[in-house]
């Protein structure tokens, strides 16, 4: 059946492209992060707004294109996947991009400042959070090859590894988490109360955007065992 509406041109034959580039507009928008965090620990705060308006910029159109996904994906026709799981993937990869604004809004507003001896752990543990989300985009770019081959064969084993080592990613975060959260005990003492609560806070939100990260290898596994 030939689609009337305009959108459907934004669908073709399947709606996983658009869930493609959805996510790659998710994970553009963490990846500004690492900059970020540059910028916020060099005191460049310009720099650090402009990355946080571009975080918000894509931010917007990942929500925007997640809206148009959920109103146009339609009932009727036959997809390939449950159209609910789809739904549910488009909700955790959208989870990523609002992590990111969020951990970059807080920093920018109250202009935070990271203590010199966590710049370095900071910085590694933000750049192995982008590196948890741009594992689950590739996975997810296997999608459409996935579709191809009916979920079978060698294309399935290839998305396992991937989504494996998607899992490794997330762990390795999960102990720089561990270990920069141990960092910050020692230095309790020699800073305001206040200031060491918010960077508990973004020290969780960093290791929350790894975890969200890894929830879309999560429901693309659940696709692969349907």
Request: charged share 25%; proline share 5%.
């Amino acid at each position: 059946m030939a689609f009337s509406n305009p959108f459907s041109n934004m669908f073709g034959h399947s709606p996983i492209k658009p869930m493609q580039e959805h996510m790659t507009a998710v994970v553009e928008a963490s990846g500004r992060l690492p900059g970020f965090f540059e910028a916020a620990i060099g005191g460049d705060w310009d720099t650090a707004r402009q990355l946080q308006q571009e975080i918000a910029a894509l931010e917007t159109k990942a929500d925007d294109m997640k809206k148009q996904l959920r109103l146009h994906l339609p009932k009727s026709l036959f997809l390939p996947v449950p159209r609910t799981d789809l739904l549910e993937l488009l909700s955790t990869q959208d989870r990523i991009a609002n992590k990111a604004q969020d951990i970059t809004g807080i920093m920018l507003g109250r202009k935070m400042a990271i203590p010199a001896s966590l710049k370095e752990p900071f910085q590694e543990f933000v750049m192995s959070a982008q590196k948890t989300a741009e594992q689950a985009l590739a996975a997810i770019n296997e999608l459409d090859e996935l579709l191809e081959t009916g979920f079978s064969g060698r294309e399935v084993s290839l998305v396992e590894n991937m989504i494996e080592k998607l899992d490794d990613y997330e762990r390795i975060n999960d102990q720089q988490q561990v270990e920069i959260r141990s960092k910050l005990f020692e230095l309790e003492a020699q800073l305001p109360p206040v200031d060491v609560m918010f960077l508990y806070q973004i020290i969780d939100w960093i290791g929350d955007l790894a975890d969200r990260a890894q929830a879309v290898g999560s429901r693309l596994q659940l696709l692969l065992a349907r």
